[in-house]
């Protein structure tokens, strides 16, 4: 099946500094990716639809100049959170789906996620 | 998008079939019922997916049920691996196809 990685899988970064998260389409192309966030114990929650070449569109509530999506490539998309802070600690998963697959009845596919823990 | 409740969490003996329950009572005749599992500390993965029919393939079966207001997930022959949290979800065929979870049934299997 189609593959979505992530890298990294986890990261520890001081407080203040900025983290860049990889979402690559390994197999197919991605015209639109999603990125999730997730704290413990809670399901996750989209934060925003990522469209190649085109800017992101940003969940309620999500910071959109604290949390950078960069869509570059079919293949690619990329997640900075900026000047992050403890709060920001969490796991974040990125999502795509099949260029070539039309309709509600495709799967999308998800990467491995990346731990985030700011100290 | 159409809502879903699931039970909080449900446990099942290894070698029992589980039967996971969700309830979409307000889905739309062109929204399709997906199901995803989340085994700890790693992203979604694909079950299952359909529109009215019954479906099974080699992960599990669903059964949805003829008003299409609700759907099990059925896991033949649990095994401790399957210990993860289940979503079910319904998409809308159009709007960008995003995928928003709810909270999920946590299914332990236990030996």
């Known amino acids: 099946g189609a593959v979505v990685s992530q890298h990294p899988s986890w990261v520890i970064c001081k407080s203040g500094t900025s983290v860049k998260i990889e979402c690559r389409s390994l197999?197919?192309?991605?015209?639109?990716m999603f990125w999730y966030r997730q704290f413990p114990k809670q399901s996750l929650m989209l934060m925003a639809t990522?469209?190649?070449?085109?800017?992101?569109?940003?969940e309620q509530g999500v910071e959109k100049d604290k949390f950078l999506i960069n869509h570059a490539s079919l293949t690619l998309s990329t997640l900075t959170v900026t000047s992050a802070h403890p709060e920001d600690s969490s796991f974040y998963i990125c999502?795509?789906?099949?260029?070539?697959?039309?309709?509600?009845?495709?799967?999308?596919?998800f990467g491995q996620g990346t731990r985030l823990t700011v100290v | 998008d159409a809502k879903t409740t699931q039970p909080p969490s449900m446990d099942c003996a290894e070698g029992r079939a589980a039967n996971l329950p969700c309830n979409h009572s307000?889905?739309?005749?062109?929204?399709?019922v997906y199901w995803y599992r989340q085994i700890h500390s790693q992203g979604p993965q694909y079950i299952i997916h359909?529109?009215?029919n019954n479906e099974t393939n080699e992960m599990a079966s669903l059964i949805i049920t003829e008003d299409r207001k609700s759907s099990t997930l059925i896991l033949p022959h649990a095994t401790l691996r399957d210990t993860a949290v289940y979503y079910c979800?319904?998409?809308?065929?159009?709007?960008?196809?995003?995928?928003?979870f709810g909270a999920g049934t946590r299914l332990f299997v236990k030996a």
């Open positions: 999502s795509a789906r099949d260029l070539l697959a039309l309709g509600a009845n495709t799967e999308a596919f």
């Open positions: 197999d197919f192309q991605a015209t639109t």
């Open positions: 990522s469209n190649e070449g085109s800017k992101a569109t940003y």
């Open positions: 307000t889905i739309s005749g062109n929204e399709y």
């Open positions: 359909g529109l009215k």
């Open positions: 979800i319904v998409r809308p065929y159009t709007g960008g196809f995003k995928t928003i």
